[in-house]
Nanobody
Framework: QVQLVESGGGLVQPGGSLRLACVASGVTFITYAMRWYRQAPGKERELVAAIMGPRGTITYTDSVKDRFTISRDNAKNTVYLQMNSLRPEDTAVYYC???????????WGQGTQVTVSS
C-alpha cells in the first residue's frame, strides 16, 4: 500500500522560507518520479516542481524558478521542497505526488497548508 505523508507547512511572512517534506512508504522509491503540486482556493491544482528518478531531470513552473528547490533523499524515501522568498501568491495546499517512472498511476498525499501573510 502506497502512502505519502507531507509535513512542513505553516504560516510564514512574505520573504520567509519553509521546507516541505514528503515521506513515501510502500514503494521502491528510486523507481518513482516525485512531484509537488499546489492548489489555491478557487484555482486548479498546478504542478510546482518535479524530479524524475533517483538522479533525474528537475523541472519547475516559471513562477517558482530561482526560489524553490526540489530534492530527494533516496535512502530516506523522502522528497523535499525548499521554498525561499515566499510570496502571498504562494499560499495554497501543497500536495506530494508519486508516479512509477514506467507506469501511469499517480499517488497523492493528504496535502499540507502553506500560508504566506503578514
Amino acid at each position: 500500500q502506497v502512502q505519502l505523508v507531507e509535513s512542513g507547512g505553516g504560516l510564514v511572512q512574505p520573504g520567509g522560507s519553509l521546507r516541505l517534506a514528503c515521506v513515501a512508504s510502500g514503494v521502491t522509491f528510486i523507481t518513482y518520479a516525485m512531484r509537488w503540486y499546489r492548489q489555491a482556493p478557487g484555482k486548479e491544482r498546478e504542478l510546482v516542481a518535479a524530479i524524475m528518478g533517483p538522479r533525474g531531470t528537475i523541472t519547475y513552473t516559471d513562477s517558482v524558478k530561482d526560489r524553490f528547490t526540489i530534492s530527494r533523499d533516496n535512502a530516506k524515501n523522502t522528497v523535499y521542497l525548499q521554498m525561499n522568498s515566499l510570496r502571498p501568491e504562494d499560499t495554497a495546499v501543497y500536495y506530494c505526488n508519486a508516479q512509477p517512472i514506467l507506469g501511469a498511476r499517480h499517488y497523492w498525499g493528504q496535502g499540507t497548508q502553506v500560508t504566506v501573510s503578514s
